[in-house]
């Protein structure tokens, strides 16, 4: 099953709700085979709200729109938010700082992990991820070590190119920071704008009348 630390929690709840039956009833003690059945998913780190961070929007059809949250993994709609459905639930962490869907073919989604809004319980992501499906499954696509990305845009005219403003560490230096590059959908990237160990980019935005002018 998933993660090991979940599991545990799992088991223990699970222990102490049926410890009454098993006193009662001579029952033997719950080991994992009891939880074959459960599905573990996450709920956040606290009782507060989720934070939306961000929402995709499919231009040609916006009864369909993905929505993403700071701790909370990524919703989708197919029916203008009637009903809204997780499609990032299996992947390495569930905090998202951005998502962005291309505009003309519109199965190719990306989402960029480990939210942008810096605070004391900031949680921290791994890299960047990309859905062909429209968020059937998800492909993890590299800068790891960036921690937390800020935004990210796609060339409307070639969804091949892609900018990703990676926040990096928000206590403390890293390499991986600053605006990247991918011309080969996310095969390979390139910083094109770089601080010093320190200063990362939140931002990137396409001029969308001149998609080659970059503002960061």
């Known amino acids: 099953m998933g993660n090991p630390k979940i599991v545990s929690r799992t088991l223990v ?17 719950v080991t994992t085979r009891h939880l074959d059945g459960i599905r573990a998913r996450t709920i956040g780190p606290a009782s507060m709200s989720g934070r939306i961070v961000d929402l995709a929007v499919v231009e040609s059809d916006p009864t369909t729109f993905y929505v993403a949250s700071a ?22 962490t569930h905090s998202v700082g951005d998502i ?10 990306w989402v ?10 900031s ?12 968020g059937e499954t998800w492909e993890h696509m590299g800068l790891a070590d960036s ?12 969804p091949n190119i892609v900018y990703v403003a ?3 560490h928000l206590w403390g230096p890293n390499e991986e920071r600053g ?15 770089e601080g010093d160990r320190d200063t990362g980019a939140v931002d990137v935005i396409l001029n969308p009348h001149h998609p080659d002018e970059i503002y960061a």
Request: contains cysteine; aromatic residues 6%.
């Open 123 to 134: 949680s921290w992501g791994d890299g960047v991820y990309k859905s062909t499906d429209g």
């Open 13 to 29: 709840l699970v222990t102490l709700c049926l410890a009454p039956f098993q006193a009662a009833h001579g029952q033997q003690p």
């Open 147 to 158: 921690k937390h990305i800020g935004r990210i845009a796609i060339h409307p005219d070639d």
């Open 100 to 109: 962005a869907v291309h505009q003309r073919e519109t199965d190719i989604v």
């Open 112 to 121: 960029g992990t480990g939210e942008r809004a810096s605070r004391q319980s």
């Open 179 to 193: 605006l990247y590059k991918t011309t080969d959908g996310g095969e390979t990237w390139t910083r094109i704008l």
């Open 71 to 92: 701790t909370g993994g990524v919703y989708k709609t197919t029916d203008n938010g009637i009903t809204l459905e997780p499609v990032f639930e299996d992947e390495g």
């Open 166 to 168: 990676a926040m990096g």
